[in-house]
């Protein structure tokens, strides 16, 4: 009887992640498919202010709400759960007050993106604003379990992004363009999303400011600790957005905002996937035998076999390829690709073993590995702008830098995965 309960868990399980994964797979088929288009659309420069906006989100859109919306998931009292809804909007709303200071001052410092869009450049603000209600409904969801809706939202979004992306480039509208076909695009999905709650909005009328306090308070450690560390997991590659952009201005951040978009293609559509087999096969493993070295060894082959040569043609045609599929002038990317496919060969690697931290216990080396990264990208920084090199001579850096951070980590990964029997953690 406990078997057969413990297969349709399973079974249902993997049914979550299908419907979770589908989502994100025909997002990423979506955006990759319009890329192209937009290219022919759009300057580099343009698409340089739009890929900047997405960064902001990208850094700050996850820990809005002081990460108290995985408090909505795990909390058992509904009523608890309607405070902590409102209390995540309050909180919300008081960081971005803090982020758009920030952002007054980063613009100040960088005219070119006000040049180019104006006031328009404070639409940022308002896609963050969505975002966090996303957050909180996306949570909502999550607690009841309802994988469907979040996955063909995610679907949704994306298309009336994309579609806004390609009208308006044909208007000839710009960075501009791009930006309201974000934020329009985010509005798509709500009234779905939030359906649940709001057949439960009466539960609303029992909230307090003294019970949003409280249960504030309860989950204190969220905003204290798992808000920093979601950040500097998140900057760990953002950062290099706003170097560039320093350092080479918008437009050779264009072209870079496409090398890595189509870099990141692999981790998103095979890494990620393979991730959450070796966690269920590796778990599985050191339950048994105390280690998890064969599902290491098994995986780490497996995925050197998919990332050798994909490195490989990357450096061979990139800016061909490039040229051809994105337009004239866009080798210029596919050279950046040459340059930057190495380290993301690795990191190709090293991301899908990543869960074998928690497995072992070791959550907190993924914090310090992200921290090193921050510190290889700032020397890099730094040692550019003082020596005057270019570009090319930057990205190199990075690679070499995070090549050997990536090497690092797979080696401290490959002697937990020999350890003793360890304890799941999650």
């Not at 979770?20 to 890329?35: D, E, K, M, N, Y």
């Not at 204190?220 to 798992?226: A, D, E, G, V, Y």
Request: aromatic share 14%.
């Amino acid at each position: 009887m406990n078997t057969l309960r413990k297969k349709l868990l399973d079974s249902q399980y993997f049914k979550y992640i299908y419907q979770l994964t589908i989502g994100s797979f025909l997002a990423q088929i979506i955006t990759v498919i319009v890329a192209p288009i937009m290219t022919r659309l759009y300057t580099p420069e343009q698409i340089a202010i739009y890929t900047l906006i997405l960064t902001l989100v990208a850094m700050f859109g996850p820990v809005l709400c002081g990460k108290y919306d995985q408090a909505i998931v795990a909390e058992e009292n509904e009523k608890q759960v309607m405070q902590l809804i409102v209390g995540s909007l309050v909180f919300s709303f008081v960081f971005l007050i803090f982020i758009t200071l920030g952002f007054k001052y980063y613009l100040s410092m960088n005219p070119q993106i006000t040049e180019e869009v104006g006031g328009f450049a404070y639409l940022v603000i308002g896609i963050l604003f969505l975002t966090a209600l996303v957050n909180i409904l996306t949570a909502y969801n999550n607690r009841h379990k309802e994988y469907k809706t979040i996955s063909s939202v995610i679907v949704t979004r994306t298309i009336a992004q994309n579609i806004g992306i390609v009208i308006l480039g044909l208007l000839k509208s710009g960075s501009i363009g791009l930006l309201v076909s974000q934020l329009l695009g985010m509005l798509v999905g709500f009234k779905r999303q939030g359906k649940h709650l709001f057949e439960n909005r009466i539960q609303l009328k029992d909230v307090s400011f003294k019970g949003i306090k409280e249960s504030l308070t309860k989950y204190r450690n969220l905003p204290i600790f798992s808000m920093p560390a979601h950040f500097i997991n998140t900057t760990s590659y953002s950062v290099l957005n706003f170097f560039i952009i320093g350092l080479f201005g918008l437009a050779i951040f264009g072209f870079y905002s496409i090398s890595y978009r189509i870099l990141g293609l692999p981790l998103n559509l095979i890494s990620i996937n393979v991730s959450k087999v070796f966690f269920q096969k590796a778990s599985e493993e050191n339950q048994l035998t105390g280690n998890y070295s064969k599902s290491l060894k098994f995986v780490s082959l497996f995925l050197l076999c998919l990332s050798i040569p994909m490195v490989l043609i990357l450096m061979i045609l990139g800016p061909y390829v490039f040229e051809v599929v994105f337009g004239d002038g866009w080798d210029v990317a596919g050279v950046f690709v040459q340059i930057l496919a190495p380290m993301y060969g690795v990191r190709f690697i090293v991301t899908a073993l990543a869960p074998a931290l928690i497995i072992s216990g070791k959550q907190k080396a993924e914090f310090y590995m992200s921290n090193l990264f921050i510190v290889a990208s700032v020397v890099s920084y730094t040692i550019c702008k003082f020596k005057g090199w270019d570009i090319y001579i930057f990205l190199t850096l990075i690679t070499v830098t995070y090549s050997v951070i990536y090497a690092i980590f797979y080696v401290y990964i490959y002697k937990l995965s020999k350890g003793t029997k360890a304890i799941l953690h999650i």
